[in-house]
């Protein structure tokens, strides 16, 4: 063992004043792993599953030391951890929340007893440096059960109207922390759901926790780990009794996830990659930055690589320091108490190699120190700077743990360069000064942004990401509502037609006819598509009749098409900034002056609905109650935000609610009227813009709403195309510059919704056909559309003279 | 002591472009003490450095001739000699940096080191320790009185009304705080100042010294203190020229620390000579 490896003598020491070895006995890991003799299976049910006949393969530390075998999981062993959970779910979410914070109180306590354990264990199997896992993700697991714990026993005043999802499934990368499933089966498990984790081969410590749980007694089957090969991971995701997937891992392995789960039965929870971002400015405390950098990216805290972007009149300085610094980081074995740095096995170092060769090779700088173990698997710390900004290493994830460098002007700029990836994960500024710093935070699009900090984390504060970062989150209330669906509802069903061709959905339009002259007594109706703020004639220049209840023609309306999407989707981004610039207070007066043209329109409205068969009474009623709608968001979003208290920071944490961007909206048939404002409302009071396709049975109700909106609204706000639903479904779901949709049709539509997501990784809702209540309140206005029709950023904003 | 600072042009530029996150800096600190520990005979080598850093100090009102001895030959002997044999060190001629004392003392010290044979540098703190409100004159006397009676570096408590007012004064080393105060040493506060003598250092050319004082009173505490050194400023610091531990009751317990790493056991109090 490293602690009687023969050292140079104390006169030695005394001249160098080296650093010496910090060594941590890890014999009660081994002692752990003993009882197991040495060979891990799965934790199922309360109990050890050791099924016969399985492969096995060998639980390694990083190094080299072969520590136990762990038996791979297969899709009968995945079937038995899901029917115990779904046994567990009924006894676990009937009891009272403040049952279930009892239990998680005493999981923390018992993690408090047994802490060196779990410590020791994570440590020596992952590497990572026992200092990072003992001083912070130990004690975070116990505050995140705590916190949850509260969480669950306000649960029946707090969060009425919603209940537990079910059986979660959960899908952990091949380096993780324990911590990454504590964060998502603590808010799971504390409001009534029941886990099934599939860990990847040979992570012992999901596997001590879930045995911990288990011997807590009442409640075996809440908690199940299996480990197993990624194989299996379409296996438990298509398991019929799992209601969500929620998955961390790879960009590329998530995004085929999405396809493969659209129209499947769960639901499915992204949180992708590992980078990132810190912004260096010309006011920042460069050394604290340079602090931060080494919390981001050399500390063993943060999973993955940092990109660094440095305002250029500091460049020089910022670099010196970094340098300078990086000549004092430590690495060796993980289980030693003074490294800053540990190994992470054979892969991520090949990993690392692989992308500072090709940076290299395609012009980078590349700049390493520190005191490290020359052989593998330890790789120094890494800087590169001087990469071509279009070299494709500048595009791919920055591994661990490397830093990418590079300069930016000014502030604009730098929000320029930041938002212009597709990741969305995290990002720290550092400014002294506060205009710029809250400047740079707010336009920021990312999940979480720290001030003059990088890093920290605590259990009230939602944790999640925008873009291809995945749009799941952890920790805070937003957290809980990832494994909460509105009381009530249907269950979600399977709505996968298998013979779906993706390829040709809604690829061709089918050809409409004139189908003689318009009549009625109404007046005509508009015609066009209202896009950028006026009505524009389709680029097919053709146009599909619309009939009344009584089958007569109703009107023409225009058949919108690919070219007419684009332009609606390019008109509702140029109006954004702009709109989300708006204060809510503004956004709501522009809601209210909606609302009443729509109360001096509602004669024609609701003759038109009465022309498609609704009694005149019903039709006014539908009138004013999309005014009302119309008006209730607008008060609404008044009262978005909040700030948290997070203890042991000196200052708030903002949890800001911000618009996702242009929202596409595919409406429902029915309730031509009110589905549309419903939608419409919420949308535009959180501050996106909308591209919205009427409903196909009667989209004139729509564009008589459009007149009105073209005198109220600005240009580009809300635009409505019509036309062939899947045709224009398609337009928009396989649209990469569209930041949400939702999708009220069809299942044959919404397996294609969720199928072309994948693509910008886009958050959709998709009715699966189901129908919806719209003139209810729960379904029509209810909180869920306003939890979808924003998304969060935490800010952190810690204060000091 | 190194060779003076040799000044340079007042730069006020240099202290306004200056930024300080407090709450990072706090950080830091925190950090600095969880991420490096030394243990075994790396802590034995490094407690017998810190011994090498420490300005033994007294600095009572009630001081005589007779503590003032004791103290002078605790700076000489600051280990007890079997201990130092034990671990090899015996001949590495471990003394205290130097030993501080009041004006009126350095010729108690001055006479107890030559008798004890060592060329131990008397520090001695003047110019109006410890609040350093008096007037410049007398301020100047009272320097050149130490200096007149033997003592080789002087710790001047700058007058803080001017720096307050932005009037900055120069020094060869800079000290966190006298110890009178009620917060003294503390790692925040170090942190900055390490920068800053970094920051001087890139500038001029000139390694500026850095003495924390007060409060450091557990071996582990001297040795959180190395390590910070040697984190923010790097080894070339960690060297008596540029580095000192003002300190008093500091050393029995480094010596306490040395005893139980050679014998395995802890001391009694009778086991280690008084200072």
């Not at chain 1, 058949?559 to 503004?586: C, L, N, T, Y």
């Not at chain 1, 049709?745 to 209540?773: D, H, I, M, T, Y």
Request: proline content about 7%; some cysteine; overall charge neutral.
């Amino acid at each position: 063992m490293a602690a009687t490896r023969a050292g140079p003598r104390a006169r030695e020491i005394f001249t160098s004043l080296e650093y010496g070895p910090v060594p941590e006995s890890h014999a009660c890991a081994l002692a752990w792993l003993d009882t197991q003799d040495r060979c891990l299976g799965h934790y199922v049910n309360g109990k050890w599953l050791k099924p016969e006949h399985r492969n096995s393969v060998p639980c390694q530390d990083p190094i080299t030391e072969n520590l136990a075998s762990c038996l791979q999981a297969q899709a009968e062993d995945v079937a038995a951890a899901v029917e115990a959970a779904r046994m567990a779910f009924k006894g676990w979410s009937a009891h009272p929340g403040v049952v279930r914070a009892q239990h998680l109180t005493r999981l923390a306590e018992v993690i408090q007893k047994h802490q060196r354990l779990l410590w020791t264990l994570e440590s020596l199997v992952t590497g990572r440096a026992v200092r990072e896992v003992r001083d912070g993700d130990v004690q975070l697991a116990q505050q995140l059960l705590h916190y949850h714990a509260i969480q669950a026993s306000t649960q029946e005043e707090a969060l009425a109207g919603w209940e537990p999802m079910g059986v979660i499934g959960l899908i952990l990368p091949p380096t993780f922390s324990f911590l990454e499933m504590m964060w998502r089966i603590c808010p799971a498990l504390a409001v009534g759901c029941t886990v099934v984790a599939l860990v990847p081969p040979a992570s012992p410590a999901p596997l001590l926790l879930a045995q911990l749980a288990g011997e807590l007694g009442p409640f075996p089957g809440i908690l199940n780990v299996l480990s197993g090969p990624a194989s299996l991971v379409p296996i438990l995701a298509s398991q019929p009794g799992i209601r969500k997937v929620a998955f961390c891992g790879a960009p590329e392995e998530g995004r085929a996830l999405r396809r493969s789960l659209a129209g499947e039965c769960a639901e499915l929870g992204l949180a992708l990659g590992t980078e990132s971002l810190l912004l260096l400015t010309d006011t920042a405390d460069v050394d604290s930055a340079v602090e931060g950098v080494v919390d981001a990216a050399w500390s063993d805290r943060g999973p993955g690589g940092l990109r660094l972007l440095i305002q250029e009149s500091v460049w020089d300085e910022a670099m010196r320091r970094l340098q300078e610094r990086m000549g004092r980081l430590r690495s060796g074995r993980g289980l030693d108490g003074a490294v800053d740095m540990g190994a992470r096995g054979a892969a991520a170092c090949d990993l690392v190699q692989r992308f500072v060769r090709e940076a290299q090779s395609q012009g980078a700088q590349v700049f390493q120190a520190g005191d490290v173990p020359s052989e593998r698997p330890f790789y120094p710390p890494t800087l590169v700077s001087n990469l071509p900004p279009a070299s494709p290493c500048a595009q791919v994830e920055v591994p661990w743990p490397v830093v990418v460098a590079s300069p930016f002007r000014t502030a604009k700029e730098a929000l320029l360069v930041a938002n212009g990836t597709p990741r969305g994960g995290s990002a720290s500024v550092w400014s002294e000064r506060l205009g710029q710093a809250l400047e740079l935070g707010y336009g920021l699009q990312v999940g979480t942004v720290w001030i003059n900090a990088h890093g920290l984390r605590d259990p009230s504060v939602p944790t999640g990401g925008c873009k291809e970062s995945g749009c799941s989150w952890h920790g805070g209330p937003d957290g809980l509502y990832e494994y909460l669906r509105p009381s009530g509802t249907p269950a979600r069903l399977s709505c996968l037609s298998k013979n779906l061709n993706y390829d040709t959905f809604g690829l061709a339009v089918p050809s409409t006819l004139p189908a003689g002259p318009e009549i009625g007594p109404s007046p005509a109706p508009p015609y066009g598509l209202f896009v950028g703020g006026r009505f524009q004639a389709p680029g097919a220049r053709s146009s599909r009749p619309i009939r009344d209840s009584s089958g007569n023609l109703h009107g023409y309306v225009a058949e919108g098409g690919a070219k007419d999407i684009r332009g609606a989707v390019e008109a509702a981004h140029q109006a954004f900034p702009g709109w989300a610039g708006q204060s809510p207070g503004a956004r709501a007066a522009l809601l209210w002056a909606l609302a009443a043209a729509l109360e001096r329109r509602k004669s024609t409205l609701a003759s038109r609905l009465e022309r498609q068969g609704a009694e005149l009474k019903a039709a006014e009623a539908e009138v004013e109650l999309s005014a009302r709608r119309l008006r209730a968001w607008g008060a609404r979003v008044q009262a978005q935000g909040h700030t948290l208290q997070v203890a042991g920071l000196r200052g708030p944490v903002l949890r800001l609610r911000e618009p996702l961007g242009v929202l596409a909206v595919v409406c429902p048939d029915e309730w031509p009227l009110l589905a549309f404002v419903s939608l419409l409302a919420p949308a535009l009071a959180y501050g996106n813009t909308v591209v919205m396709v009427p409903s196909a049975a009667c989209p004139l109700l729509a564009l008589e709403v459009c007149q009105d909106m073209a005198t109220v609204f600005p240009a580009g706000l809300a635009n409505v195309v019509t036309g062939d639903r899947d045709h224009l479904t398609r337009c928009l779901a396989l649209h990469q510059d569209v930041q949400a949709m939702w999708y009220f049709g069809s299942a044959q539509g919404s397996q294609f919704v969720e199928w072309a997501s994948a693509g910008n990784l886009k958050p959709v809702w998709a009715s699966r056909g189901c129908p919806r209540a719209w003139d209810q309140e729960a379904e029509g206005a209810g909180p869920e559309l306003g939890l979808r029709v924003a998304r969060t950023k935490a800010l952190w904003l810690p204060m000091g003279d | 002591m190194s060779a003076h600072n040799r000044g340079t042009e007042l730069d006020l530029s240099w202290i306004s472009k200056i930024q300080v996150n407090h709450p990072a800096v706090l950080r830091r600190a925190e950090q600095i003490q969880a991420r490096r520990t030394v243990k075994k005979e790396w802590q034995a080598a490094w407690l017998l450095k810190a011994v090498t850093f420490i300005d033994l100090t007294t600095l009572s009102g009630d001081d005589t001739s007779s503590n003032i001895q004791r103290l002078c030959y605790k700076a000489k002997y600051p280990i007890r000699e079997d201990l130092l044999k034990a671990l090899n060190m015996h001949d590495k001629g471990i003394t205290t940096a130097a030993v501080c004392v009041y004006p009126a003392r350095v010729c108690d010290a001055v006479k107890a080191l030559k008798a004890a044979g060592c060329n131990i540098p008397v520090a001695s703190v003047a110019a109006g320790f410890p609040a350093g409100q008096t007037h410049l004159k007398t301020r100047l006397e009272e320097i050149r009185l130490a200096v007149e009676d033997g003592a080789t570096e002087i710790d001047v408590v700058i007058n803080r009304s001017l720096v307050l007012t932005g009037q900055w004064e120069g020094s060869d080393f800079i000290k966190t705080s006298t110890g009178k105060e009620t917060v003294n040493a503390t790692f925040p506060v170090a942190i900055v100042m390490l920068r800053a003598i970094r920051d001087f250092f890139w500038k001029t050319g000139n390694k500026i010294g850095f003495k924390p004082a007060g409060g450091i009173r557990s071996a582990k505490d001297s040795l959180a203190w190395l390590s910070l050194v040697k984190e923010e400023l790097g080894d070339e610091w960690l060297k008596p020229e540029l580095f000192r531990i003002g300190a008093s009751t500091l050393l029995s317990d480094i010596e306490r620390q040395i005893y139980h790493h050679v014998t395995g056991r802890y001391a009694a109090y009778h086991d280690l000579p008084m200072s």
